[in-house]
């Protein structure tokens, strides 16, 4: 499973994976905007873009291809309307939307594969989004497999009961039990939590110190990206 | 503290219907949790599937989070709430048809204010698409639904009588999904307005019209429902 791959990567060691999740959030935040307010026009704009992407990815250490075929993932999405859009003879944009779709998937993994989710969602923290939305997130991703486990189990129950029974009943029954089950999962974890306890939030370790590093990254890549914006 | 019953207890679930056929969930969400719980739910679904799963995109975040944690989950809420006392099921077909065809609609709109060109075939054939996966998305919304009474009915939040209260929501709603596809689209996001250009103002609101067109026939055609189910119950 590909999730499994970008925890992996968000584990690694190099200077990014140091960097403080804050600077690289912040970073991600401006690439997004310059990218999005970049004219269809500038083409070299782009390839400049996926340079400095480049870049970082080998800076952090990770696979360039694997990083792009995973970004890859929002192309059928993008490509629709970028058909769309070249149908109706404005190739240049088409090509546009389609490549600022690909470059910030890919700027948005290089945040999650340097940076391990705790990292990142205690940065959002100190950027005060409201707790209960992190504390959601933090539960729903480490529950994610358990339950996708748990429905591929519930499916091959299912098949093996009887290959012919198919369709809308088998589905609506799967997601009610499903939702059952998970709900007692929730509430055997709440009790468990209460039991050791947890008082409302995670407690994270204190940041590190915003070091002086963290803010050379920050405004190079600051640099970088309004440079590119600006003159190309 | 009580909140954060909440949260522990919500979140396991909506994974499900993600895997199980991409279903959008939302209705079932707002139906069993309420619309304040199922709108942050779905919130933070959102943000992961842009983030590591590269579904939807990082750029269009914010139009996502309104679409469908937002508006839809609103169209849901309202429909279940309105038609709650006519029938359980037809409240509760008439919240996942809504709430997805809310969604796409203003997603369409969306679309066609940042300057995405559609010719009026290609529209109809989306809406038509969507068309389908709401009827869908009502139909497996409505039996999950049962499923999950008939496992334990105190599971399911009680839906109190309607009050003035509801009303003014319903207001509320009703000009969303009416106005939503015009004003949404005028404020989508802030890095979508950003990219905005070149808008052709002609067609647009032709479209557009269309997409009213469709939401007002499916309000007609669960409406009429509700009122039939409910005449036959006095009868």
Redesign the interface.
Known sequence: MH?LV?DRWSRGSSSLHQRDPRAKLAALLVF??V???TRPGAQWAFVAYAVLLILTANLARLPILGLAS??A??LP??AT?AL??WW?G?SL?ALA?AE??FL??T???L??GTTPLTGWTAALESWRVPR??I???Q???R??F???EQ?QRMRWAALCRGPKQRG??L??????????R??Q???G??HA?LARGFR?RFVPAPPAPFRSSDALFLSTCLAGCLAIRMLL | ?G???F???????????G???H?VGGA?LTV?LGPAAAS??L???L??Q??????????ALGANVFNMALAGVAAAYLANRLWAHASRSVAIFAAGALSVMTSACLALGQ?LIS?????GG?LWASLGLFLISAIMEG??TV??????E???PA?ITPQPATSRAVAAVAMAALVLVVGGTLIASAAPDG??R??MQGVDSVGWRARTMAGLVGIAMIFALCYLGGKLKSRRRSA
Not at chain 2, 50 to 59: H, R, T
């Open positions: 999730h970008i997004l905007v990218l999005s307010t995973r970004a993932l929002v999405f993008s309307f769309l859009t109706s404005d944009r939307l600022k779709s910030s998937g700027a948005a993994l945040l999650v209960m939305l504390l959601v997130i539960f729903v991703y529950y994610l358990v339950i996708a429905v809308f009943r589905a609506a029954g799967l997601v009610g039990v499903l939702f059952a998970s709900w999962r929730a509430d974890i709440y939590m409302g | 503290m909140a954060f019953v949260a522990a207890q919500m979140v396991n679930f909506p994974v499900g219907p895997t199980s056929g279903l079932l069993v942050l739910v919130t933070a679904i943000v992961l842009a983030l590591i799963f590269q579904d939807g995109g990082v750029l679309l300057g995405v060109p559609m010719t290609v139909a497996i039996a999950a639904v049962r499923a999950i008939r496992l334990n599971w890095i979508q950003l990219t």
